[in-house]
């Protein structure tokens, strides 16, 4: 079993990442904050006016470490990888397969139940934790919704009825996620409905920027197990999209979903983390930023057993099993995708 | 595992200093300074096994001395630290 390397995340200002020997100096002001050897790392992520040395870069491609450049909302601009590796047959296989109409449908839609049966979780798990019976019956038969969504899954004939199901599916289940947010705070993170690019309150905000990070991880996972994560399934081939890395983070988005509900409910994340811009965007300011990073890595050292391997694993490494599974069922190793089920 | 590697390197001499710095530089490079000549690693055996070799390349046994000591797997409880130095835990969030 191969161990969760640890990510380094920058998120001041003006640092400058220096390769010294084999560790990572950062330095903000000529001052040296921290130092972190490069075996223990993955990769690094750095947010906005961040510096980073032409050496340490070099070194990180050798490695095979990612460098994420991501603008100061957690927006993904750039990465640096080294050499496309891992195996050419693998993406071929990908390739076809993506041609395979009854395969793409097949796997489109085992990523769709995944989302919501995990979603469907969340909200039952609001209800039960309810404190107000009005809350609880609004926020199970949101639940009672997905369910319905869920059945329906199985009949859709091609993608777009797919598509369709989970469309809907999202608007219910946004539609009543705001219940589970604690009542004295529930008007400042209101919540109507997904909006994006930019988001318009902050719940959306906190949600897009956890999705970003996530996103990042499932990007990451796909492209260490040697697929394409340009060429997706349920989602449309576009320039410079991740569309496979999309699909794949649908079964996941209940970690953020839940992460973000967690941090607004213990009153981690308060309203005036939030920066309001004019024309209605809002964004996350910087210690608000930090606080959510540190809950996302600690969120992923959390360990569950897993279903269908059972034995523990970390929360961070659910996206790499999901990316081989999904590797194997391409190479037709295993007979179809199964998504992460929450249990 | 958390190993804990101090050392004493003899500076009467300027090849002592010298050697002070190298044997500081590949510590540097693998674990955290925690006092000044006291380093802690959190690696496996087998890098263990290559810090090992690669220190006493630098040192000189006639004159120096060196000592590795291996602690079992988990970390947090084996450590107290006081006073004004905090190490950073490389597996716990790593936010700047």
Not at chain 1, 20 to 47: A, C, M, Q, S, Y
Not at chain 1, 53 to 63: F, G
Not at chain 1, 186 to 214: C, H, K, V
Request: proline share 3%; with cysteine; hydrophobic share 40%.
């Amino acid at each position: 079993m191969q161990t969760l390397l640890n990510t380094l995340y920058v998120t001041t200002p003006l640092s400058y990442l220096h390769l010294d020997n084999d560790t990572v100096r950062i330095e903000v002001e000529r001052e040296t904050k921290l130092r972190v050897p490069l075996h223990h790392l993955g990769g690094i992520v750095v947010f906005g006016n961040v510096l980073v040395s032409p050496a340490l870069m070099h070194r990180l491609a050798d490695n095979g470490q990612s460098l994420v450049l991501l603008d100061g909302n957690g927006r993904f601009k750039a990465r640096l990888e080294g050499p496309v590796s891992g195996n050419i047959l693998l993406r071929r296989a990908q390739h076809e397969k993506a041609n395979d109409a009854a395969f793409t449908l097949e796997v489109a839609r085992a990523c769709i139940a995944g989302k919501l049966r995990n979603s469907r979780q969340v909200l039952l798990r609001g209800a039960r934790e309810a404190k107000d019976a009005a809350d609880a019956s609004v926020l199970s038969r949101g639940a009672d919704d997905l369910a319905a969504a869920l059945r329906a899954l199985p009949g859709a004939a091609d993608l777009d009825v797919v598509r369709g199901v989970e469309g809907e599916a999202a608007r219910q289940y946004f539609g009543c996620i705001n219940f589970i947010v604690r009542t004295d705070v529930r008007e400042d993170f209101s919540l109507d409905g997904r909006t994006r690019r930019p988001p318009r309150d902050r719940m959306n905000a906190l949600l897009s920027f956890l999705y970003a990070m996530l996103m990042n991880d499932c990007r990451s996972a796909l492209e260490s197990v040697g697929l394409d994560p340009q060429l997706g399934f349920l989602h449309a081939v576009r320039p410079g999209r991740a569309a496979l890395a999309l699909d794949l983070m649908e079964e996941f988005r209940h970690q953020a979903d839940r992460l973000a509900l967690t941090l607004v409910n213990r009153g981690q994340v308060q309203a005036g983390d939030f920066t309001l811009h004019e024309g209605g965007g809002v964004t996350l300011a910087e210690q608000g930023r930090k606080t959510v990073v540190v809950a996302w890595q600690e969120r992923k050292q959390e360990t569950l057993s897993h279903p269908l391997l059972e034995q523990p694993v970390a929360l961070g490494l659910l996206p790499q099993l999901q990316a081989r599974f999904l590797a194997r069922t391409l190479r037709g190793d295993m007979e179809s995708y199964l998504p992460f089920l929450l249990r | 595992m958390l190993v804990i590697v101090c050392y004493d390197v003899n500076t009467e001499t300027r090849e002592g200093r010298r050697r002070l710095r190298r044997v500081a530089r590949v510590c540097e490079g693998v674990g955290q300074r925690v006092q000044k000549s006291v380093f802690e690693f959190q690696i496996d055996l087998a890098k263990m096994e290559e810090l090992e070799r690669r220190l006493l390349a630098e040192i000189k046994p006639e004159e120096d001395n060196l000592r590795l000591y291996r602690l079992a797997e988990s970390r947090g409880c084996e450590v107290r630290e006081h006073g004004v130095f905090k190490a950073t835990d490389f597996d716990g969030p790593l936010v700047l």
